[in-house]
């Protein structure tokens, strides 16, 4: 099945892996322009929570309100609260 943007968060909630290479194909750019806002320079770090924004979405597409929220807006809330922990948690060394 091809994923797309009307079913990107139905394909996550089944669990569909090929939804996650969708969502970095369509949202990496404003996922990466995010976390570099925050954590400046620190690539290494950078890509890691790049991974673990993209574990976050997965473990939490149940928790995704259309109502409330466009995808778009929901992902990058997501990156920028992990973003913000991962800036604490450098600051603290």
Known sequence: MKITEENVVEQLLQKNEKALFYIVDQYGGIIKSII???L????IIQDEC????????????????KSKNSFKNWIAAITKHKSIDYQRQYNKF
């Open 36 to 38: 570099r806002k925050y």
């Open 40 to 43: 400046g320079n620190l690539e």
């Open 50 to 65: 790049f991974d673990d924004v993209l574990l976050l979405i997965w473990n939490n597409i149940n928790y995704y309100d």
